[in-house]
């Protein structure tokens, strides 16, 4: 299994940076700009610290494994009084990895990914975008 898959992709690395959330693990995704006969930038993973020197980054953010989002991740998902309000689930259908957000039978949000970082990284992003989680909370 290549590293690309387990961590998640470039959108939601951005996307978790831009929602604060703070950036140590274990790799980092270097976003390079394309040269002129590509069409799109490239996302390269690599060990955190552990680039090439000279390298021309466009932007560089967390790339979250699959470990370290599941270590922010809660279990379920409280209000501010306590009230339960859902659980946070990953689960595959046999072909896709997918997320679901249930209180108790009832199914509140659900979305297909391509990788288990993926799915996870999604409710990430769904929790602090909701502000379901704070700052504090997601950072372990």
């Given at each position: 299994?290549?590293?690309e898959t387990q961590v998640c992709s470039l959108d939601l690395a951005k996307r978790l940076k831009e929602?604060?959330?703070k950036q140590e693990s274990l790799f980092v995704g270097l976003q390079q700009k394309p040269d002129k006969a590509a069409e799109t930038e490239h996302w390269n993973v690599k060990r955190n610290g552990d680039w090439p020197v000279g390298i021309k980054v466009f932007n560089s953010a967390s790339a979250f494994t699959v470990v370290?989002?599941?270590?922010m991740l809660p279990e379920r998902v409280y209000d501010q009084?306590?009230?339960y309000l859902f659980d946070c689930g990953f689960y595959t259908d046999g072909k896709k990895p997918y997320v679901k957000h249930s209180h108790y039978e009832k199914r509140i949000c659900e979305q297909s990914t391509d990788t288990?970082?993926?799915a996870r990284a999604t409710m990430l992003?769904?929790?602090l975008e909701n502000k379901l989680i704070s700052f504090s909370a997601s950072q372990g």
């Open positions: 299994m290549n590293l929602l604060g959330v370290e989002l599941g270590e009084s306590g009230a288990e970082a993926d992003v769904y929790l």
